[in-house]
């Protein structure tokens, strides 16, 4: 059998390559931990991939912002059907179609039995928590591809109900391999419930994905933030209001909105490549969005900060980024007993039930963050278009099988 991937060729390249078809054991290739070669995976599933898309985590790899080797395959939001069972896997079946989440992780150790599956100890032998096709995350290879095997499938994978339905919804259900969980988390993580005020730095598809999930806990007023139009503009198709940080700190706009410059949530979906605000804006400043979301959220509130903050950015612009040390105002959020949700979300607390809030038509994620079908073949054209901040979700689509539905 053949398969084909996305690959990470260097600052700012990806390409389409021909890669070996999965086995149920990990062999060595880019980035894969020497600890996690020749591992065994019995426990895993071989998909055809149905619908794969690129994310702003990606990004950060293919900027040359992280030490990603090249030739790594890239990927982790999957979905698709089962088409190979390992000899332990108990319960999926061949023809099944599921989500999988980005985290790897086993299902037996004290992380994941404690529901924190981002932090699974026994996946990834650099630190807790992996993921498909990421730098330093185990070397499991990614599912920006026509296959890909997925470990501890009876664990991982989240069934569809249906096979029909879930072509029908395929758009929307692709994005809970991944942002939605991730946004949805960033909204329980900021304290998001019925009435609340939120203010969510980041109009990419991690932002819109926090204001669809801020919307659907029932929040009053939904402010999104970026510098983006185009981003803003589709913010506002559901609901949104909108601050463009290009003017200036988020505060005085939001105060327009809300008629005080405070907010009782703060969700950080941009992460470490954030920009400065008003006159900085065509600078990297990355702890502005944390800095700026103490100042704007209420004494007592939380931070959910699904937005991406590395360990080591070798394209930091000061030595001490370069070590992933911000200069954070953190005695602001002493003072204002804030409390702080970080991490990889953890994607299988939320699947299930959004998953059922799209089945049940309750939400329309993928209108929301502009879901676009495109071909693997395509995938350098996506990776660059949405590099440019095109206000769209690009969805890979390896076998044709989304654009034929
Ligand atoms: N924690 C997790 O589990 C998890 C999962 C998925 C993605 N992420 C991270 O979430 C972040 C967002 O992902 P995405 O796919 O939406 O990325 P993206 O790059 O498409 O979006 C980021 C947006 O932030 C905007 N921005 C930059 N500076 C800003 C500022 N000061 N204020 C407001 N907006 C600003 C950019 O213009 C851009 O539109 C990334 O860091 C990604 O790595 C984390
Ligand atoms: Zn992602
Ligand atoms: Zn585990």
Known sequence: MSNKAVSYAGP?????IDTPYP????????????????RKV??????????????GSDQHMVRGRTTAPEGLVLGHEITGEVVEVGRDVEFLKVGDVVSVPFNISCGRCRNCKEGQTGICLNVNPDRPGSAYGYVDMGGWVGGQAEYVLVPYADWNALKFPDRDQAMEKILDLTMLSDIFPTGFHGAVGAGVGLGSTVYVAGAGPVGLAAATSAHLLGA??????????????QARSFGCETVDVSLGDPGEQIAQILGTPEVDCGIDAVGFEARGHGHDAGKEQPATVLNSLMEITRAGGSLGIPGLYVTGDPGASDEAAKAGSLSM????????SHTFVTGQ??????????????????VNIAANVNATAISLDDAPKGYAAFDEGAAQKFVLDPHGLISSN
Do not use: W
Not at 23 to 38: H, Q, S, T
């Open 12 to 16: 700012g390249k990806v390409e389409v």
């Open 23 to 38: 086995e149920f054991e990990l062999k060595d290739g880019p980035g894969v931990n020497p600890a996690n070669i020749g």
């Open 42 to 55: 019995h426990h895993g599933v071989i998909l055809k991939t149905i619908a794969t898309n690129i994310c």
């Open 220 to 233: 009053a007023t939904v402010i999104v933030g970026d510098l983006n139009a185009d981003r803003l503009a």
């Open 329 to 336: 105002r953190f005695g602001l959020g002493f003072a204002k």
């Open 345 to 362: 979300c953890p994607v299988m607390k939320y699947h299930r039930g959004l998953m059922q809030a799209i089945l049940s038509d309750k």
